[in-house]
């Protein structure tokens, strides 16, 4: 599996673009072509910031395949729809996926139901076992209310090498430390939390998914880019400009925060569906304010 030494460093969760309720298909390529330009290593499609949960299934087949077309191999595309609360539902749509130029799949775990981690392990295991391709674990306790103990996380990847990494997005340094100390050598842990991605990187992760790099992967990914090289000074340079804008892009939820930096340095709108809603006008100003002072505005 080459493709798997591939996925490290800036990895973007791509928002999905939308106009009058529809997919903005070339916002979309707008938006692929400023993230590669802007150096990000690997995209992820239909994630959570990509809005999967509220497109039907036949809106997530196509904007999956115009990523693809649009990425042309250039770097290698993720695909983050497959979470679900059925674990048997998720197999038998694993064994009928079209996989072609797909890199790896990224599979949050179940939500709502609250699963034991025995319960998590055995739905991870299906998982794995249905794959054509590698799984990312994304562990979310903040959107699935059940958090991935650091002891499952390890479990399932000295069981399979199925398993390429864990985007670890629970915010807590100490578990994914504990991740990172006894892993298997196959197996990455990519900051789930932009926020947390220069310390995570110091302690050993090899990356993260953002949420930030939609709108500005040139400081985001270059930042990552000298923390994996020990460059703290110079990463720190970067990380600090990005500071003030984080918690911004997350007070009226996401993807609505980033959506309106989008729509401010003209990528697309900030639109978003029921039950999401765009930003607040106040919100929006206050995340202007920030974006401006940083100097990241056109």
Not at 30 to 53: M, P, Y
Not at 147 to 169: C, G, P, Q, Y
Not at 268 to 294: F, G
Request: include cysteine.
């Amino acid at each position: 599996m080459k493709q798997q030494l591939q996925l490290s460093g800036t990895g973007v969760a791509l928002v999905t673009p939308f106009r009058n309720k529809t997919i903005d298909f070339p916002a979309l390529s707008r938006l692929i072509e400023h993230t590669i330009q802007g150096g990000v290593d690997f995209i992820v499609s239909l994630g959570t910031t990509g809005e999967a949960i509220t497109q039907s299934p036949e809106e997530c087949r196509e904007v999956l395949s115009f990523t693809v077309r649009e990425v042309k191999g250039r770097v290698p595309v993720v695909a983050g729809l497959f979470g679900s609360n059925y674990t048997e539902k998720l197999v038998n749509a694993l064994k009928t996926y079209d996989f072609e130029g797909i890199a790896a799949i990224m599979s949050s775990s179940p939500a709502y139901s609250k699963p034991s981690q025995e319960g998590i392990y055995q739905h991870y295991m299906a998982v794995a076992e249905a794959s054509p391709v590698p799984v990312i674990i994304y562990n979310v306790p903040g959107r699935t209310c059940s958090n991935i103990e650091a002891e499952t996380t390890l479990r399932l990847a000295h069981s399979s090498d199925r398993f390429l990494a864990v985007k670890e997005a629970s915010g807590d340094l100490a578990q994914a430390i504990s991740i990172l100390k006894d892993k298997p050598a196959h197996f990455q842990v990519w900051s789930g939390e932009d926020p947390l991605t220069l310390p995570m990187i110091a302690c050993g992760a090899t990356g993260v998914i953002s949420v930030i790099a939609n709108a500005f992967p040139q400081p985001f990914s270059s930042m990552v880019r000298h923390a994996r090289a020990g460059e703290l000074q110079a990463a720190r340079k970067w990380n600090d400009l990005l500071h003030d804008i984080h918690p911004y892009l997350y007070v009226d939820g996401n993807p609505s925060g980033i959506k309106g930096a989008l729509e401010m340095i003209g990528i697309c709108s900030k639109e978003t569906r029921i039950p999401l809603v765009p930003l607040t006008d106040q919100t929006y100003q206050e995340l202007h304010r920030v974006i401006e002072k940083a100097g990241l505005l056109p």
